[in-house]
């Protein structure tokens, strides 16, 4: 308190200004830092979002300029503007930002942002070095100080930046760079968020292509039994559209009442959570046909293993199944006719062995037959050149060896002499 005139007395309000002024701005940043959380809730796609966030930025939080870029890898490591709002007048489409620390453009404050992943604020554009060269830029829009906070992905690497400036001179104290980080990790939260999102509906929507062309059926069950999802291919082995499938129990379509006792087993050891639990079952069709699937079976489990459900696959065997017992039939009678002719082979076999053990016998008799004629022929080829009375060569013998010596004289040219004795005085 201080005297003043007419005896009255006052207060200095400078102070009181001043930090009247500095609660308004940090309640401005506190109701959009609120914005900007509904915002992120409500966003459906990531630009949309920063759009909204830099323009709640300068309209609620009362800021010149916001906007961001993100980090590009190519050879210039170009900072290429997404979004912004604000007053920008030409100022971002002809800035040149790198975050290349061999680059003058590169040493400002967005550069350094990505570089080293902290928070960078300039309370002086007209004084400070890192704004050289943008500063006749800058100035001449009426930026006169700002920050730049990093924008990381879910491994904490930095991919971007959100550059904020005010119109003031020294606009950023310490509750108010405490506040605008907070909104930054807002942003990144509500970034990835979005792109887990994305991600998800794009891993949804290619699960959801895959089991429409799978050329097996794919059916998914509620705990209760119920058609939760039904493929086109179970349209083609069932008969049934999904519509006409929808919620309904596979008694009421697809099951015959003969084999309800055995799929009520399959499905009590599916909601005990069994893997295993796989059958090939004989099913009906819509127009009634019975036709014969295998079924593939897998239990839908939360993460504490409660059982929501199950998926089946199925694929119809029917013609398999008849041509494994065609050829199980044809099996068994080659079986049968292999067995026949076995048998007959086995005893064409015997009769052929003692064809062979006849055959011996006769050969090892005629054998000896021949033996007995050749001795009976030697036999008597000695008495046909022998004199039964002298047992002395007869006169066959005689002329049969004086044509041999003849021959044999005719062929050497050589003499013959025969000399004639008479034995009987």
Not at 414 to 424: E, F, H, Q
Request: proline content about 3%.
């Amino acid at each position: 308190m201080k005297d003043i005139p007419n005896g009255r007395y006052g207060c200095n309000i400078t102070d009181r200004k001043q930090a009247d002024e500095v609660l308004h701005r940090l309640n401005r940043q506190l109701r959009a830092i609120s914005n900007c959380n509904r915002v992120m809730i409500q966003a459906k796609d990531e630009r949309t979002l920063l759009n909204d966030i830099c323009r709640i930025i300068c309209n609620e939080a009362g800021y010149r300029l916001a906007w961001v870029g993100y980090a590009e890898d190519d050879v210039a490591k170009t900072v290429r503007p997404v979004a912004w709002s604000g007053y920008d007048s030409g100022y971002i489409a002809n800035t040149r930002l790198t975050w290349d620390e061999t680059s003058e453009y590169g040493l400002g404050p967005a550069g350094t942002v990505i570089r080293s992943g902290t928070p960078v604020h300039i309370q002086d554009f007209a004084t400070d070095a890192q704004m050289i060269p943008w500063r006749t830029s800058a100035l001449s829009r009426g930026y006169r100080s700002g920050i730049a906070l990093p924008v990381k992905d879910e491994n904490k690497k930095t991919f971007g930046v959100l550059l904020i400036y005010s119109a003031e001179v020294n606009a950023f104290s310490e509750d108010e760079i405490r506040l605008l980080i907070e909104l930054s990790e807002d942003l990144i939260f509500g970034i990835l968020a979005l792109r887990t999102r994305e991600a998800l509906r794009k891993s949804e929507e290619r699960l959801r292509l895959e089991v429409t062309r799978m050329p097996i059926g794919y059916i998914v069950w509620d705990k209760d039994f119920c058609v939760v999802s039904w493929n086109p291919a179970a349209e083609r082995i069932f008969g049934f559209t999904f519509e006409e499938a929808s919620g309904r129990h596979p008694y009421e379509i697809i099951v015959r009442p003969e084999t309800q006792p055995r799929v009520e087993k399959i499905w009590a050891r599916l909601l005990a959570g069994d893997e295993s639990a796989h059958s090939v079952n004989e099913n009906l069709t819509k127009d009634g046909r019975s036709i014969v699937c295998e079924w593939t079976n897998t239990p839908l489990k939360q993460e504490d293993g409660k059982v929501l459900g199950a998926i089946s696959m199925i694929q119809e065997v029917t013609e398999r199944m008849r041509a494994e017992e065609e050829i199980r039939k044809l099996n068994q009678q080659l079986e049968e006719h292999v067995q026949e002719r076995t048998i007959e082979l086995s005893k064409r076999n015997s009769e052929l062995n003692l064809e062979i053990h006849e055959r011996k016998q006769a050969e090892k008799k005629l054998r000896k037959a021949k033996a007995q004629l050749e001795e009976t022929n030697r036999v008597l080829e000695t008495l046909s050149v022998t004199d039964p009375l002298t047992g002395l060569a007869n006169r066959r013998r005689f002329d049969e060896t004086l044509a041999k010596e003849n021959a044999r004289r005719l062929r050497s040219g050589a003499p013959l002499s025969m000399i004639m004795l008479d034995i009987d005085n």
